[in-house]
């Protein structure tokens, strides 16, 4: 029997890892094919192809020797719910640092984008038409961020140049950064009438499936902005498409609840929507840092040390 090391990327294209002669570790590569590289019960080190919800979870029941799973993604929505059928002791590790700066970029591309009238202006540009006017900026707006971690304050990070006149933080419990205070989940409905922008950067979790639900829309200021770069099911589509059909909000979205959004839904069309694929992570950043994460901790559970970005260890 052979203790596998299953990756989503080449071995030979990740600088850094350790070389496994001489010990009881094989190298495998599996991205998703439909033939895996070698029998599951082998694997000890599981690395969940990227982009590839249904098909990541395949060999999981089949993996009676797991120790190890490593996500390519910040979020682990997507594999919790197939946790079951492992055994316990499994130690489950997002990609945190991979996704922080491409995220951050989109947060702040879609903000502006939106604010300054971007897609307005395209439209323009495809018709011939020249759209002038006046557009809200960036520049003394209130911006909450609900989600602050790794990606939260990344995306402060780069609100900083834009002379905002507040960024509030909010994390599933309170705290005191070096930047500040951090509020609680809890605190969220009596901070949302001030902010003129609101960033939704949080995990998707029971906590959090469903939190910008009706109520919560409607203690949002009249013209503020939401934006999402967490997970669609973060946010009621439903009770979204209501605030924005009347005008009242307007929303820029990385990620929807359904996705992909299907040709006809109504959310395409509604005024004041921004969209994009869920490209949040999907940049030339995310390679190189893939790679590095996995050599790290891959000489991590080789030399035995602890490992990094641990969300759970089953039970």
């Not at 951090?182 to 009596?190: E, G, K, N, R």
């Not at 829309?217 to 498409?241: I, P, Q, S």
């Amino acid at each position: 029997m052979t203790s596998d090391i299953w990756l989503s990327l080449p071995a030979d294209g990740i600088s850094g890892l350790p070389t496994l002669a001489g010990t009881d570790f094989s190298y495998r590569f599996w991205d998703g094919e439909p033939e895996f590289p070698a029998d599951p019960a082998d694997c000890v080190f599981y690395t969940v192809p990227y982009l590839k919800p249904d098909i990541g979870v395949l060999p999981l029941p089949g993996m009676t020797s797991l120790r190890v799973i490593q996500t390519l993604s910040a979020g682990t929505d997507h594999l919790e719910p197939d946790l079951g059928t492992l055994h316990s002791g499994v130690r489950l590790c997002n990609a945190k640092g991979v996704h922080d700066a491409s995220t951050a970029e989109i947060a702040l591309t879609l903000t502006l984008a939106s604010l300054r009238g971007i897609p307005e202006f395209v439209r323009g540009q495809d018709a011939q038409e020249w759209r002038t006017g006046f557009y809200p900026a960036l520049a003394d707006k209130s911006v909450l961020i609900i989600g602050y971690g790794a990606i939260g304050a990344a995306i402060e990070d780069r609100l900083i140049p834009f002379e905002c006149a507040r960024v509030v933080r909010v994390a599933r419990s309170a705290r005191t950064t070096e930047r500040g205070e951090v509020h609680a989940l809890a605190d969220v409905p009596s901070l949302l009438p001030d902010a003129d922008v609101v960033v939704l950067a949080t995990p998707l979790t029971a906590l959090t499936k469903g939190l910008v639900n009706a109520e919560f829309l409607a203690g949002m200021k009249d013209g503020a902005l939401l934006v999402n770069v967490a997970r669609g099911a973060v946010v009621d589509t439903g009770a979204l498409l209501a605030e924005v059909t009347r005008g009242r909000l307007r929303a820029a979205l990385d990620v929807t609840d359904p996705e992909p959004l299907p040709s006809g839904h109504p959310l395409w069309g509604a005024p004041g929507v921004l969209i994009s694929p869920h490209v949040g992570g999907s940049t030339s950043a995310f390679l190189p840092r893939a790679r590095r994460l996995l050599a790290a901790q891959v000489r991590r559970f080789v030399e035995g040390l602890p490992l990094e970005n641990v969300v759970l260890t089953t039970e």
